[in-house]
């Protein structure tokens, strides 16, 4: 059975995507002010991938496609949450290393943003830091392992959705 065939077209999917994208930052910034959870700098492009995975989401949704339209969703989906992938991917083989191989604790995601080019706050954030290597679970789980595999399975219905209906039938 396909999943998709829950929807009955493909703007209740592609809302159901932004709505997914929307609750995963809202839980992020749970995690940050209320658990007191302190994201690290490859968590805060993660979340930047989720939001706009969530507008390609968005978009679909608004606009209601039809089948060209929906492989172009499709391909920005894969852009954005291939994007977001690759980072928690990154993230967990950071996560992986022992704690004296990466650098010490520097500079803030702000005042990199404030102070520094934004390439080079994104390589920074890519090498990592002592405060990607912390780990907490959700589920037994770290982390950016939930946000790979939603990552994956949100580009994976976003391709499957290219030939689902358009409209309620």
Same mark, same amino acid.
């Given at each position: 059975?396909?999943?998709?065939?829950?929807?009955?077209?493909?703007?209740?999917?592609?809302?159901?995507?932004?709505?997914?994208? /929307?609750?995963?930052? /809202?839980?992020?910034?749970?995690?940050?002010?209320?658990?007191?959870?302190?994201?690290?700098?490859?968590?805060?492009?993660?979340?930047? #991938?989720?939001?706009?995975?969530?507008?390609?989401?968005?978009?679909?949704?608004?606009?209601?496609?039809?089948?060209?339209?929906?492989?172009?969703?499709?391909?920005?989906?894969?852009?954005?949450?291939?994007?977001?992938?690759?980072?928690?991917?990154?993230?967990?083989?950071?996560?992986?290393?022992? /704690? $004296?191989?990466?650098?010490?604790?520097?500079?803030?995601?702000?005042?990199?943003? $404030?102070?520094?080019?934004?390439? $080079?706050?994104?390589?920074?954030?890519?090498?990592?830091?002592?405060?990607?290597?912390?780990? $907490?679970?959700?589920?037994?789980?770290?982390?950016?392992?939930?946000?790979?595999?939603?990552?994956?399975? /949100?580009?994976? #219905? #976003?391709?499957?959705?290219?030939?689902?209906?358009?409209?309620?039938?």
């Amino acid at each position: 059975m396909n999943p998709l065939a829950l929807f009955p077209s493909r703007r209740s999917a592609y809302l159901t995507g932004f709505l997914i994208c /929307a609750g995963l930052i /809202a839980y992020a910034l749970y995690l940050q002010y209320v658990q007191m959870l302190e994201p690290c700098p490859m968590c805060w492009f993660q979340r930047v #991938a989720v939001v706009a995975l969530g507008l390609v989401f968005l978009v679909g949704a608004v606009m209601n496609p039809g089948k060209p339209g929906a492989r172009l969703i499709a391909w920005l989906a894969l852009l954005t949450g291939g994007g977001g992938a690759v980072l928690a991917a990154r993230h967990l083989y950071i996560q992986s290393m022992p /704690a $004296d191989a990466l650098p010490s604790c520097g500079m803030g995601i702000t005042y990199m943003l $404030d102070s520094l080019p934004f390439m $080079d706050v994104f390589s920074r954030a890519l090498k990592g830091s002592v405060e990607c290597n912390k780990i $907490d679970l959700i589920l037994g789980l770290p982390i950016p392992a939930w946000t790979l595999l939603f990552f994956v399975l /949100a580009v994976i #219905a #976003a391709f499957l959705l290219i030939n689902h209906r358009a409209h309620k039938a």
